[in-house]
């Protein structure tokens, strides 16, 4: 069977999160954007755990409530303030986990995502010993990634790396950016939200399609691990210009700069403040080929863009968190099952039925690649265009290949 899974999200235990970050509204929220599976998140702290507890048990690893599946995960912050994220097959390696770090932090009970005073190294250790899921989370980010620290998968886990079988590649990159490094290759790339929100702007606003027998956290985990003929399939994700850290920018007044500017300012702004090297200048400095080499077992990458974001510029809103555009988000959703049938299946003749010409002309621009993406850096996402009836001229394009099929295709 085929499953749409987003890997990582945060509850209302983290801190910069929404109180509407419940286990109830995370259930019902992600069908509504066509997930099956949802990972916990947070799973360290009790509150949250309370939580998920009230669902129902599929397995030792594995819950159910409103029809959306629940695996056991967590991101935690290692001494560097490179972030991890971890899978854990039952609850019983849950509380085993938090016994071996409680000497190591002392937010484990303030705060889902907890910092520990322990090297990547070390930790996936403990993640061995207890058969736990370990890789690193959005990988290239310039503030709290494995690569804005260290130089290597090596130098991040030690004589551990061989135990990493996966790498989040973040919302600022996607597959064609990450495999110009060559030791990526033998990994599983993940592709997640790590929403804050259950907003459909920012919900499984990336997700994972995997190949399993059926929805539990085993096969889950053979799929991760691309064992037992179980695999990833599809990747999907914003088009990775709309990343807040895409490009090389100041972090006060969002200037951009190429790689070699910053590089001559020393990494300061005009403005005075800082430069912050962008996802895509920091893998072109690891990378070893020029173009992307991707291995056999790489799924095919899908640009989306969120649907309220489509919505927005159509009916001339600055923001997708209003009332015009949720309701207008609601009655497409509620007319054909989930945001997915709506940006790719369904015949643009039934969408103009149910919605006004402006949001119809919007989603056809989008399946026809002609959305326009001003590129984010700095911090602040990158931003969408509609293009007018004279000007189709893309600042970025999603990519001559990336025909916007049904997601049947794969």
Known sequence: MIINADLHIHSRFSGA????????????????KGVNVVATGDCLHSGWMKEIRKCK??????????????????????????????????????????????????????DGRPNLRMSGEEIAQI???????????????PWTAMYAYHDSLKDCYGDLEGYIPFVELGLSADTDIADKIKELHRLTFLTN?????????????????????????????????????????LNVGLPPQEGKYHESACISCYTHYTLQEAQRRRWKCACGKRIKKGVKDRINEKAEFEKPVHPDHRPPYKHLIPLAEIITKAVGQRTPFTATVNNRWEELVKAFGNE???????????????????????????????????????????????????????????????????????
């Open 340 to 410: 997915i049938n709506v940006l790719l299946d369904v015949d643009i003749k039934k969408i103009s039925k149910v919605t006004t010409p402006a949001i119809t002309e919007a989603i056809q621009a989008f399946r026809d690649n002609k959305v326009i993406i001003k590129p984010g850096g700095g911090g602040q996402y990158g931003q969408i265009e509609l293009p007018s009836a004279d000007n189709e001229l893309l600042i970025v394009s999603m990519g001559p290949s990336d025909k916007q099929t049904s997601l049947s295709d794969y």
């Open 193 to 233: 939200s790590d929403c804050h929100s259950p907003h459909p702007v920012r919900l499984a606003r990336e997700f994972n399609r995997f190949e399993v027998k059926k929805i539990t956290f085993e096969e889950i985990k053979n799929a991760i691990l691309r064992k037992k003929g179980n695999r990833p399939v």
């Open 127 to 141: 993640a061995k010993d207890l058969d736990l899921l370990i890789g690193p989370a959005h990988a290239f980010t």
């Open 57 to 110: 048990v599929v397995d030792h690893g594995t819950f159910e409530l409103n029809n959306t599946y629940f695996i056991l995960s967590t991101e935690i912050e290692d001494q560097k303030r490179v972030h991890h994220l971890l899978y854990f097959p039952n609850l019983a390696s849950v509380l085993e986990f938090k016994d071996r770090i409680k000497s190591k932090t002392k937010n484990l009970e303030t």
């Open 17 to 32: 999160t929404s109180d509407k970050m419940n286990i109830v509204t995370i259930s019902k929220a992600a069908p509504l």
